[in-house]
């Protein structure tokens, strides 16, 4: 699994004018991409991994904070174009994102496994034609892969 975590002080989706997810933050808004062997115990890995991810702003003494040190909001939307591969010709290819029946069960995953370690989570719409709307806080963006 890949994810591009961005650090954001707000962040929304929306699919056809319907805001379907939103944060305020500080926290995380996260692009999900799965591969073809993926799995639920990566899922949790991922879910582990971001929501304990030291990115956010310092506490005091100066030491970064993860959203589960804050209880930051996370917004987790599904992108297959995280997979996409551009070594080759002027079109990339999408043969390493795993097909949405198995992709969007491991998506899901991810969400259960951070609303099951107590994260407060907003979501996109599997397979819709999203826009994403956000306030990068640094810039500060990172790629995590499990």
């Given at each position: 699994?890949r994810?591009?975590?961005?650090r954001?002080?707000?962040?929304?989706?929306?699919?056809?004018?319907?805001t379907?997810?939103?944060?305020?933050?500080?926290g995380?808004c996260?692009?999900v991409?799965?591969t073809h062997?993926?799995?639920?115990a990566?899922a949790?890995?991922?879910?582990?991994?971001l929501?304990t991810?030291?990115?956010?702003?310092?506490?005091?003494?100066g030491?970064?904070q993860?959203c589960?040190?804050?209880?930051?909001?996370?917004?987790?939307?599904?992108?297959f174009t995280?997979?996409?591969?551009?070594?080759?010709g002027?079109?990339?290819?999408?043969?390493a994102?795993a097909?949405?029946?198995?992709?969007?069960?491991?998506?899901?995953?991810?969400?259960?496994?951070l609303?099951?370690?107590?994260?407060?989570?907003?979501?996109?719409?599997?397979?819709?034609?999203?826009?994403?709307?956000?306030?990068?806080?640094?810039?500060?963006?990172?790629l995590?892969?499990?």
């Open positions: 699994m994810a591009v975590v961005q954001v002080t707000e962040a929304r989706v929306t699919v056809a004018g319907e379907v997810g939103a944060i305020e933050g500080p995380l996260v692009l991409g799965v062997g993926d799995t639920p990566k949790a890995q991922l879910a582990r991994k929501w991810l030291r990115i956010l702003p310092v506490d005091d003494e030491v970064e993860s589960s040190d804050i209880g930051g909001p996370l917004l987790v939307i599904s992108q995280l997979y996409g591969d551009a070594r080759k002027r079109r990339p290819t999408w043969t994102a097909p949405g029946p198995v992709a969007e069960p491991l998506v899901d995953e991810v969400v259960a496994q609303r099951a370690l107590g994260a407060k989570v907003e979501t996109g719409r599997f397979g819709a034609d999203m826009q994403v709307a956000l306030v990068n806080d640094g810039p500060f963006t990172v995590v892969e499990v």
